[in-house]
């Protein structure tokens, strides 16, 4: 009988009689999107070809070829000239069959000792620890943008909350380097995470390792990887540092949506503490008046996607017999759409942060309802009179009550109703109970006292510059 092999896979259709179903084209290809690996496909092809010349199991002519070849590839692909086609599947066959048609035969021998298996999970790997160096140097301009407004904002007065109710006075300083101390940790866990997952899988070959005599070691140092894997089946089965990006990037993306919502919150006409810059506001198509913080409201939004990421990826692999099966191909879109997101997210906020007004007087007025210097009185109290605190609180929450009798803040009671204590302790309250000074009488390390704050500043800016 005689084939039409026309359309046929020319990698793996040896055996195959009838072409693929458009409708198996359509599920199987990965082309699509795993082009974004065309740079370390290369790269991994380039030194897997110079370890096999190497090792003589293909000679220096057809070791030059193949690199000519590849380098015509890299070209075409950098210049957005490479016609990537469905029909190949994926990057992997995309470029063999494009190296087949540069150089001829001597293409056939560049996938001896490699499957496509050990050769995705080296690309993958490859672009995660590129992508992790990117996020972290995005966090660090987000945090020196952190750090400059932090450091004009010392003495700004600010409304601490719990509950969304008005706690305790802070510095807007110490607000700001709450954030910086997440990202700081955001940046830690995406480096550690590169440093687990600094394993060259190249050379586990489909599962099984290879016949050939390779050099493992030679190929993963090239590759700038600190060792090979130590198993291979491991190795091409799972992507738990995958995983771990997307849930590094869920945990920062979380960091950055509270940052939004207090963005949002700050912006709004009931607090007014900041003024969002017109290039990061959005207006409305029927409300004249308004100005909308958008950009504040989506970085909070894309952490949907970011968390339905990581479960997605997660929720594939576990029930995953070993090794290798084609659902880990789903793997690659759920972290270019975290990576692609988190970054602009990351982006916007500083852009925000660098554009916003602080309108101190507005925070300074929030200072002044709500009572919150009451836990410092009560302080105050235990220290001055030498008093359990429970018993201190009772008389700062009767100090309260006088005042909300009166409808007053308690520092705008007088020293007489102050005087709870007796012996002067009128006056000497009411001199205590001054707004401005109030992140002054913190002593704790890691407090909102300008001391502390300078220190945590010093800190940051030796860490960032
Ligand atoms: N495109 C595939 C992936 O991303 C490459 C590996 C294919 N391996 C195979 N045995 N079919 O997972």
Redesign the pocket.
């Known amino acids: 009988m005689k084939k039409n092999k026309k359309n046929i896979n020319p990698i793996w259709g040896s055996n195959f009689n009838k072409q693929s179903n458009p409708l198996l084209e359509k599920i199987n290809s990965?082309i699509d999107f795993?082009k974004r690996l065309a740079l370390q496909d290369l790269k991994v092809s380039e030194v897997h070809s110079f370890m096999l010349k190497r090792k003589k199991i293909i000679s220096p002519s057809e070791y030059k070829l193949i690199i000519k070849g590849l380098k015509k590839i890299k070209n075409l692909i950098i210049n957005k000239k490479f016609k990537f086609n469905k029909k190949y599947?994926?990057?992997?066959m995309n470029i063999e069959v494009e190296l087949k048609r540069l150089i001829g035969d001597a293409a056939e021998k560049l996938h001896t000792a490699r499957?496509?298996?050990d050769?995705?999970a080296t690309d993958f790997k490859l672009w995660i620890i590129e992508a992790s160096k990117k996020l972290c140097n995005e966090i660090n301009n987000l945090q020196k943008t952190i750090v400059k407004k932090a450091n004009l904002n010392i003495k700004t007065i600010f409304p601490g909350f719990t509950h969304l109710q008005s706690a305790q006075i802070v510095s807007f300083a110490h607000h700001l380097m709450a954030y910086y101390e997440m990202f700081k940790r955001d940046k830690e866990r995406l480096s550690n995470s590169v440093t687990r997952m600094n394993e060259c899988p190249l050379g586990s070959a489909?599962l099984a390792g290879t016949t050939f005599e390779i050099d493992r070691n030679l190929t993963s140092k090239m590759l700038g990887f600190n060792k090979p894997s130590s198993n291979s089946m491991d190795s091409v089965s799972d992507r738990d540092y995958a995983l771990e990006f997307l849930s590094n990037i869920a945990i920062c993306g979380t960091h950055l949506s509270r940052f939004g919502e207090d963005i949002t919150l700050w912006a709004s006409d009931q607090f007014k503490f900041i003024t969002l810059s017109d290039d990061f506001s959005t207006g409305s198509s029927i409300m004249p008046q308004k100005k909308n913080p958008d950009s504040a409201e989506l970085i909070r939004g894309k952490m949907g996607r970011l968390s339905g990421n990581f479960i997605s990826l997660l929720t594939t692999i576990k029930g995953l017999p070993l090794t290798?099966s084609?659902d880990?191909?789903e793997?690659?879109e759920p972290v270019f759409d975290s990576f692609d997101n988190l970054l602009l997210s990351i982006e916007v906020t500083n852009g925000i942060v660098n554009g916003f007004k602080i309108n101190k007087n507005e925070m300074l007025n929030a200072c002044k309802k709500g009572n919150l210097m009451a836990t410092d009185l009560a302080d105050w109290i235990v220290i001055n009179y030498n008093i359990p605190f429970r018993e201190s609180y009772k008389i700062t929450a009767k100090i309260i009550n006088i005042a909300n009798k009166k409808n007053y803040q308690i520092n705008d009671l007088s020293e007489n109703d102050l005087n709870v204590m007796g012996n002067d302790s009128g006056r000497k309250i009411k001199k205590f109970l001054k707004i401005e000074n109030s992140i002054n009488y913190k002593k704790s390390i890691g407090s909102t006292s300008p001391k502390e704050i300078r220190k945590a500043i010093q800190v940051a800016k030796k860490e960032l510059y």
């Open positions: 990965s795993d599947e994926d990057i992997h499957s496509r298996n050769q995705v489909a290798y084609k880990l191909q793997d690659k």
